[in-house]
């Protein structure tokens, strides 16, 4: 079973609080992606409460964004038109429910007699992030899987920042497909 991950593909990170143009470019190639895929598809949300400023985070990002049940923090409507899973809420940029989630989706599988999950790509925003956060977190949890991440399908905060995130999780043994 192949598996995607659609990471906080939400109105805030495309062209709300946080959002960047760049962003709302991935849009297509990400409902693109999700309409082709073969295998299971799951999405991560983003979400704070009214306290976020009194975070760490929000004390070092004071941006309120993805608050949970405002616009912003919903999924774009392009994606959520795709979704049929619930998100996956996170309160930070890395999920702490995918890794052991899917370690025991692989699990399963080969308890039935069924080959694992045989690959994990990851798409969405914003890749020196969120992106990067839950695609090492997964690779530490099942490090023989193949774990992909598809650049055309992602955004950073900066094209810079992008592009040092894709360079460190390639180190990391992260796949990176090329744009």
């Known amino acids: 079973m192949d598996i995607l991950v659609v990471v906080d593909m939400q109105n805030d990170f495309i062209d709300g609080a946080l959002g960047t143009k760049e962003a709302v470019a991935i849009v297509p190639k990400v409902v693109e992606k999700i309409k082709g895929f073969k295998g299971r598809i799951l999405y991560t949300r983003d979400t704070h409460s009214e306290k976020y400023l009194d975070t760490q985070e929000g004390r070092n990002l004071p941006v309120p964004h993805c608050i949970k049940g405002t616009k912003g923090w919903e999924l774009h409507p392009e ?63 099942l490090p023989e899987v193949p774990v992909i991440v598809d650049a055309a399908c992602c955004a950073g905060v900066t094209k810079e920042s992008h592009e040092n995130a894709l360079k460190a999780m390639q180190m990391c043994q992260i796949k990176v497909l090329e744009a």
């Open 79 to 141: 994606i959520e038109a795709e979704r049929e899973e619930m998100p996956i809420d996170k309160r930070t940029f890395g999920s702490d429910a995918l890794g052991p989630l899917l370690r025991a989706q692989d699990q399963d599988l080969k308890a039935k007699g069924e080959t694992g999950i045989e690959s994990i790509t990851f798409v969405g925003l914003c890749t020196d992030i969120c992106v990067i956060s839950n695609a090492m977190i997964v690779k530490a949890f």
